[in-house]
Every structure is written in C-alpha cells, then in structure tokens.
C-alpha cells in the first residue's frame, strides 16, 4: 500500500519532506525558470531603455519599439509569479485528498506550462526580429547590448523549460489514481450497512428453540442477538 499513488503523489497527510521535494525534476525546472524570468526581467527594465548622447529622452534598445521592451518586462514578472505559484501548487498536491482536485490541478500545470512555452516562443521570435532590425548606431557606446542578448537567449531557453514542464505535467497526469486505494466516490462502509446491504433480518421462528416452549418468540430474539451484535458489521479496510 506505501507504492499506491494518485497523480505521481501518494495518500494525503504525509510530512513534507524539502530534500526530496528539491530533487524532483519538476521543481528543479520551476527554478530554473523562475531563474531565468529574473534575467530577463532586469535586463529589459535595467538596461533595455537608453538614449543617445545628443537626446534626453530614452527608448527601447530593440529597434526603438517600446513594445518589446513592454513584452519583455511584463512576461518576466508574470512568469515569475506563476512559477511561485506553482511552486506552492506542487508543495500543497500531497495534500489533497480528493483525486478529482489532483486531477483538476495536474491539467492547469500542463494547461499554464504549455501557454508559457508558447508565449516564450512568441516572445523570442519578437525580440530577436526587432534586434535583428536595430540601427545600433543608435547606441554608439554599446551600453545595453549585452543585456538585450541575454533577454533573447534566456527567452529561447525558457521555452524548453516550461515545454519539459507541460511535459512532465503530461507523465503525471497518465499515472492517474491507483482506483485500489483511491476512490472518486468513496461510501461509508457502515452507512451500507445500515441500509440493510450484506445482513438480513432474523426471521420471527427459531428453529433451535423447543416447539412447545411458550418463550419462542424471547429465544428468537436471543438468538439473532448471537447472530449479529453490532461490532463487526465489516471489516476494517487499510485506505
């Protein structure tokens, strides 16, 4: 019963145990993409925005469009809270006891990590066309080139980062619940019981009691307290 699992995690109510949890494949990419949305995120907002000697106002190092600088920034901080949030989602999963919530939760991992793998492509493809494009003559001194790389190459890996989550996301899902241990619609034993399920009424007649005994009816009734006492109405089951 200890290998039983549902969705890649065993029965709710374990300890959290943090060496095993941050050995996990999944957790290890949900930081290295949350690593990488840090990188991106304070190379575009730090030095993605620079000015020539002779202008005062600045503008957005990928071919003065401020909407790549806006992508850029605003996809860095979202994938970082999301990835903090999943984080959280994978600490509390061991927890929750109801397979359908496992269920709903494995399909909104593979659901975000798919839209975050696709947003990334997207935004690779937009940065590296408008850098593509760039009049680097406006930035004589080089200032902000190094950072506007790094935003590009580190917006190609998170692609396969979050793409290797969706994936993993998918092996979990394809584990699906142990039905054994783990069931949907789960009844109280007793409650069957009580409906009258496996047990049936003691018939007024006893056929051990004398024929002539004017008690008859008394002796039935001790004997079907024999029969069933209420103690063992089933047997306990290791859920």
Not at 43 to 54: F, K, Q, S, W
Request: glycine share 12%; net charge negative.
């Amino acid at each position: 019963m200890e290998g039983m699992q549902a969705y890649g995690a065993g029965k709710a109510g374990g300890a959290f145990d943090p060496v095993t949890f941050f050995q996990q494949p999944q957790t290890i990419l949900r930081i290295v993409s949350w690593l990488f949305s840090i990188v991106i995120f304070g190379c575009i907002a730090n030095e993605g925005y620079i000015n020539r000697p002779n202008e005062v106002e600045e503008f957005c190092i990928f071919n003065r469009n401020q909407s790549a600088c806006n992508y850029g920034v605003f996809m860095g901080s979202m994938a970082f809270l999301c990835c903090v949030a999943l984080l959280a989602l994978d600490i509390y999963f061991p927890q929750i006891s109801s397979v359908k919530d496992r269920k709903k939760a494995v399909l909104a991992d593979i659901g975000v990590s798919a839209f975050w793998s696709f947003m990334w492509f997207v935004g690779f493809c937009f940065l590296a066309n408008q850098w593509q494009v760039t009049d680097h003559d406006d930035d004589p001194l080089r200032e902000g080139v190094d950072a506007a790389r790094a935003a590009i190459t580190f917006s190609f890996f998170s692609i396969f980062t979050w793409a290797v989550q969706s994936f993993l996301g998918f092996q979990k899902y394809k584990l699906g619940a142990d039905s054994a241990l783990f069931s949907q619609d789960y009844t109280d034993p007793s409650q069957d019981a009580a409906g009258g399920g496996p047990y049936t009424p003691f018939g007024g007649d006893d056929l051990e009691s004398p024929a002539g005994d004017g008690g008859g009816g008394g002796g039935g009734q001790a004997a079907g307290d024999g029969v069933f006492d209420g103690t063992a109405g089933y047997q306990r089951q290791d859920y």
